[in-house]
């Protein structure tokens, strides 16, 4: 079978745009388009269609996204006690992926600290507060 535009096309859609359909979960509504794609502009509203439902969807999955890695640092700092050494390394890890949840690391990092010291120090903040920079 010789390899032409259609057979490309044919495949890619079978084998890439319908699982990636499955996995996310589009509405049927778009999925419905791809059952009927008999010529070029039905392909092209098809695509299109996707293509809109992903966009619009980017900035909720970017929340999701970011509303996890939030609680994921909230629950570790409040669980496990913190070295200078795996502060540093976590601060390198979380800018890597975006610097504002470093910037979160380092305030969820600092408001523990502080939590447990400003006990210690009969209610006055300690020095650690203004020394430690963002």
């Known amino acids: 079978m010789p390899i032409d535009e259609t057979w490309l096309s044919t495949w890619s859609i079978d084998n890439y745009i319908r699982r990636c359909l499955q996995v996310n979960d589009c509405p049927q509504n778009i999925s419905r388009l791809f ?38 640092i909230l629950t570790f700092v409040c669980r496990r006690p913190l070295t200078a050494r795996l502060c540093a390394w976590w601060m390198t890890q979380w800018t890597e992926i975006d610097c504002y949840l470093s910037v979160y690391f380092r305030a969820v990092a600092l408001l523990d600290h502080e939590g447990v010291v400003s006990r210690r120090v009969d209610g006055h903040v300690s020095d650690s507060v203004w020394t430690a920079s963002c």
Do not use: P
């Open 35 to 72: 059952d009927d794609i008999t010529n070029s502009m039905k392909l092209k509203h098809a695509i299109s269609a996707l293509v809109d439902w992903r966009q619009s969807r980017s900035l909720s999955d970017l929340w999701r996204a970011f509303d996890a890695a939030e609680f994921g």
